[in-house]
T-cell receptor, first 112, second 114 residues
Framework: DQQVKQNSPSLSVQEGRISILNCDYT??????FLWYKKYPAEGPTFLIS?????DKNEDGRFTVFLNKSAKHLSLHIVPSQPGDSAVYFC???????????FGEGTQLTVNP | GAGVSQSPSNKVTEKGKDVELRCDPI?????LYWYRQRLGQGLEFLIY????????KSGLPSDRFSAERTGESVSTLTIQRTQQEDSAVYLC????????????FGPGTRLTVL
């Protein structure tokens, strides 16, 4: 039972353009959502988060949007840079516990 | 150290052997988590420690898996009688608070069971 799904295994964009990574979830108890970035041979690095009381959170070039009715969130990166090339994981948690449930990841490639 | 550290970085073992994986969390972090990532998949929760509370073991896949934590420091994940399907990257994370505390991950231990 995959409670968090990232349906696009890969995404390729040109430098300077917007990257949009998508994530869907099925568990209505999730109320905190995070995005992590992972480079090969390294652990995931926290990028940005959003709680269910908000529908948008922005940090520099990164913005996360949450649509609770659709159980969908997205990560926008603008402008995209070659150094952003990595695997991006969406994760979610319930307020009652701290375990994170992860999606399968999306490999982002930003071409110079 | 500044971040979460894990050892060894790589471990190759034969089927049926026991292995121990170590995690040193960020100093002062009360919560510690173990996850694993199989090839091509997302991270899968294994176990969670919070202070002196009983650990949440609900993610452990079988009784061959166990973990301990000494106070609020080092944790050891033990896999007994390893199987080939145990091959994965085992990741440890720590956070400074429960609930919505951001989890900071170590580099992982890549386990290969031959």
């Amino acid at each position: 039972d995959q409670q968090v799904k990232q349906n696009s295994p890969s995404l390729s964009v040109q430098e300077g353009r917007i990257s949009i990574l998508n994530c869907d979830y099925t568990n209505s108890m999730f109320d905190y959502f995070l995005w992590y970035k992972k480079y090969p041979a390294e652990g995931p690095t926290f990028l940005i988060s959003i709680s269910s009381i908000k529908d948008k959170n922005e940090d520099g070039r990164f913005t996360v949007f949450l649509n609770k009715s659709a159980k969908h969130l997205s990560l926008h990166i603008v402008p995209s840079q070659p150094g952003d090339s990595a695997v991006y994981f969406c994760a979610a948690s319930e307020s009652s516990g701290s375990r994170l449930t992860f999606g399968e990841g999306t490999q982002l490639t930003v071409n110079p | 150290g500044a971040g979460v550290s894990q050892s060894p970085s790589n471990k190759v073992t034969e089927k049926g052997k026991d292995v121990e994986l170590r995690c040193d969390p960020i100093s002062g972090h009360t919560a510690l988590y173990w996850y694993r990532q199989r090839l091509g998949q997302g991270l899968e929760f294994l176990i969670y420690f919070q202070g002196n509370s009983a650990p949440d073991k609900s993610g452990l896949p079988s009784d061959r898996f166990s973990a301990e934590r000494t106070g609020e420091s080092v944790s050891t994940l033990t896999i007994q009688r390893t199987q080939q399907e145990d091959s994965a990257v085992y990741l440890c994370a720590s956070s400074g608070q429960t609930g919505f505390g951001t989890q900071y991950f170590g580099p992982g231990t890549r386990l290969t069971v031959l």
